[in-house]
């Protein structure tokens, strides 16, 4: 299986990319925080088309903020840190309307950010599921605790029915990739403490600097 490793999605990798993503000084890296939300967007990629509406708004989402990673100041945007700073000290930011930054760094990672956040709850749902729970219902679930507040009728209409032709548990388990569903419940136990270290820590910047509700 060597040869096909690295096309197909493998839950490790991603936990490696937001493991990676930390800094001692818990800062959180872009460029690997980026790189992680490329894994999901993988894993979700091969669960068919009638999601490439979502891997869309992420794949787009992830550009810009590569190209901010790969621009001239790209040395501004190494930690999510240090992007608000400047992004904030140079007024790049549209803080209460959409104006002449609707692309700012800080308002993109903000939809990942909440985007993660669903992924956190989701995940916990999973790794505690039994065999009869629906992954379609534990995703509506986290979606509406979530996401969801922040997304028109349309979208949330369109996700919902985009939840309902997921596979159900174990052809879910098999495409994460890691091994028998034992195996999965331990990895996520793994998963879970450090996505949620990396989210809590960009919910308290964001928290410190009034940007959880970018335009
Ligand atoms: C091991 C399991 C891993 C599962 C991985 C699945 C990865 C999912 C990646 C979802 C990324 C979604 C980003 C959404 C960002 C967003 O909220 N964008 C909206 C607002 O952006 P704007 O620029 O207009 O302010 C935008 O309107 C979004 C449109 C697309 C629809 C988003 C629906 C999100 C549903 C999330 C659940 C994904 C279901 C995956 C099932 C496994």
Not at 25 to 31: D, F, G, P, S, T
Not at 159 to 186: I, K
Request: proline content about 4%.
């Amino acid at each position: 299986p060597v040869a096909s490793e690295d096309q197909r999605f493998c839950l490790r990798e991603v936990l490696d990319t937001f493991r990676l993503s930390l800094s001692e000084k818990k800062e959180v890296y872009l460029e690997h925080y980026v790189a992680g939300w490329r894994g999901l967007v993988k894993f979700l990629n091969s669960l068919g088309s009638v999601f490439s509406f979502i891997s869309k708004d992420a794949v787009n989402k992830i550009q810009i903020l590569v190209s901010y990673l790969n621009g001239e100041n790209g040395s501004q945007y190494v930690t999510v840190q240090s992007m608000v700073k400047y992004e904030l000290e140079n007024d790049f930011v549209d803080q209460t309307k959409r104006g002449s930054h609707p692309e700012s760094g800080c308002r993109t990672l903000l939809r990942l950010h909440r985007a993660l956040r669903w992924l956190e709850l989701f995940l916990e749902r999973l790794r505690t599921s039994t065999e009869d729970s629906k992954t379609s219902v534990m995703c509506a679930e986290a979606y509406n605790e979530s996401l969801a507040q922040y997304h028109p009728w349309v979208i949330r209409k369109a996700a919902g029915m985009a939840f309902c032709v997921l596979p159900g548990r174990s052809a879910f388990f098999e495409v994460m990739n890691v091994g028998p569903p034992e195996q999965v419940v331990a990895m996520l136990g793994e998963a879970l403490p450090l996505i949620s270290e990396v989210y809590q820590i960009t919910e308290d910047l964001y928290t410190q600097h009034n940007l959880l509700n970018l335009p």
